[in-house]
């Protein structure tokens, strides 16, 4: 399967732990977003990646929440110190950079976070 | 901030039905706009989407979409829907902002049911 994977895909915690999500993305996409979709709701952006630069984050995304995208090609998301509110499915999505055109965004299926 | 409005929360239509869904936008500047849908159990795919040209454009599986720059709307449409049709609908838009992620800013989503 080339498309974009999501792992895992189903998290269960407990308030207060810790919990992180790996998103793989198409292999040739440079660029990786991180989505989060609560129910009754669109998707709302979280943050993205350029190669391994981070070059934005939402107000969405607070002190609790950290992406990381190393070497450019998978990435993480961290939410320490969980809380209920924080319960969702966390979507990744990625795309190719190209100058003067816009790629589509190709979606995973999703993290759906669950905070006991 | 940009904003995407999405009517039709459920929408239930018999086969044969057509259809007709309504997206409105907020944002004065130069957009693209998309349509993705939600089959169940599958990851967001991308419908549609406008770039610049001719205002109605056409996706995959007959559906099509018609944007009214005067209105701000990107209204989706199919003359016939078809049982496997049921899936979640989501219209988002990209804004050009300077610096801007090129971000996806979802609709809340409509849930279409076809009744076989």
């Known amino acids: 399967d080339t498309g974009v994977s999501q792992d895992p895909r189903h998290k269960i915690t407990k308030r207060g732990q810790n919990v992180t999500f790996r998103c793989d993305p198409i292999s040739e996409h440079n660029r990786l977003y991180w989505y989060r979709q609560t129910l009754g709701q669109g998707p709302e952006f979280l943050t993205y990646f350029q190669n391994e630069a981070q070059l934005e984050k939402s107000r969405l995304l607070s002190d609790r929440f950290s992406a990381e995208r190393p070497k450019g090609s998978f990435s993480t998301l961290e939410i320490q110190r969980t809380e209920q509110g924080d319960s969702a499915m966390y979507l990744c999505?990625?795309?190719?950079?190209?100058?003067?055109?816009?790629?589509?965004?190709?979606f995973g299926p999703g993290t759906r976070l669950t905070v006991l | 901030a940009q904003s995407v409005s999405q009517h039709n929360h459920h929408v239930i239509l018999s086969e044969a039905a057509s259809l007709e869904l309504g997206c409105n936008y907020s944002?004065?500047?130069?957009?693209?706009l998309f349509w993705y849908v939600q089959y169940p159990g599958q990851h967001l795919q991308l419908l549609l989407k406008?770039?610049?040209?001719?205002?109605l454009v056409k996706g995959i599986k007959g559906f099509e979409a018609e944007f009214i720059k005067s209105k701000f709307s990107f209204n989706l449409r199919k003359p016939s829907v078809q049982w496997s049709d049921t899936a979640e609908y989501f219209c988002a838009v990209i804004s050009f902002q300077r610096g801007s992620a090129r971000q996806l800013t979802f609709g809340s989503g409509t849930q279409l049911t076809v009744l076989p």
């Open positions: 406008y770039f610049s040209g001719d205002p």
């Open positions: 944002y004065g500047g130069t957009v693209n």
């Open positions: 999505a990625s795309s190719l950079l190209e100058t003067g055109i816009y790629n589509e965004q190709f």
